[in-house]
């Protein structure tokens, strides 16, 4: 069965820090990755998702994830965060077809 | 081209009432998910449905809650005789059919209150 860890609950940082984000997914053959916004009482928006080539993914607003195959990790970085990146942020993996198994969730809260 | 479309947006129920949740997959999206999420918790997954046939319901409740996807109309969540616990998000996603590289688009989800 497919797990994915993330490994900071909630995570406050100031305007201008740097953004990173750890997801770890436990599953032995090939998925797809994904990560994915919540804004408060909104929908999910995808960030950005890994098929399969170039392991560092640029996504939207900034976002980029580096996947490393070894690690089974899926991390989520931004160089410098706003406060409109306030959001839940969810890790996702789906073994290429069929339901996607979500982690629990990173709160970001920025900081003016 | 709209996306998923969930309705309604909030419901609010009496206990041992039923909540019926309408999915409208995007154009072309043959594939339906439904997930749960509760609060301070990440998304559960509960069914995959195709057309007219439920392909993966693992993570369904085994009472009170059933779903479908007909040939005609938008998937439905039902759940019936609601209680407080299943008060939650419920999203719904879809999709084309399933290929290697297929990603799921999801709905703005059904706020479910049950009081």
């Known amino acids: 069965a497919q797990s994915v860890s993330q490994h900071n609950h909630h995570v406050i940082l100031s305007e201008a820090a740097s953004l990173e984000l750890g997801c770890n997914y436990s599953?032995?053959?090939?998925?797809?990755l994904f990560w994915y916004v919540q804004y408060p009482g909104q929908h999910l928006q995808l960030l950005l998702k890994?098929?399969?080539?170039?392991?560092l993914v640029k996504g939207i607003k900034g976002f980029e994830a580096e996947f490393i195959k070894s690690k089974f990790s899926f991390n989520l970085r931004k160089p410098s965060v706003q406060w409109s990146d306030t959001a839940e942020y969810f890790c996702?993996?789906?073994?290429?077809?069929?339901?996607?198994?979500f982690g629990d969730g990173t709160t970001l809260t920025v900081k003016p | 081209n709209a996306g998923v479309m969930q309705n309604p947006r909030h419901l609010v129920r009496r206990r041992g009432q039923e909540a019926r949740l309408r999915c409208s997959p995007m154009k072309g999206h043959s594939h339906v998910y439904w997930y749960r999420q509760l609060p301070e918790e990440g998304l559960k997954f509960m069914v995959y449905?195709?057309?007219?046939?439920?392909?993966?319901e693992s993570g369904m409740p085994k009472e009170r809650f059933s779903a479908e996807f007909p040939k005609e109309g938008p998937s439905i969540l039902r759940i019936q005789q609601v209680v407080r616990g299943d008060s939650a998000a419920y999203f719904c996603?879809?999709?084309?059919?399933?290929?290697?590289?297929?990603?799921?688009?999801f709905g703005q989800g059904t706020r479910l209150t049950v009081v």
């Open positions: 449905l195709q057309k007219e046939n439920i392909i993966d």
């Open positions: 996603a879809s999709s084309p059919p399933s290929g290697a590289d297929t990603e799921a688009f």
């Open positions: 890994y098929f399969s080539g170039d392991p």
């Open positions: 996702a993996v789906n073994a290429r077809a069929g339901k996607s198994t």
């Open positions: 599953y032995g053959g090939t998925v797809n």
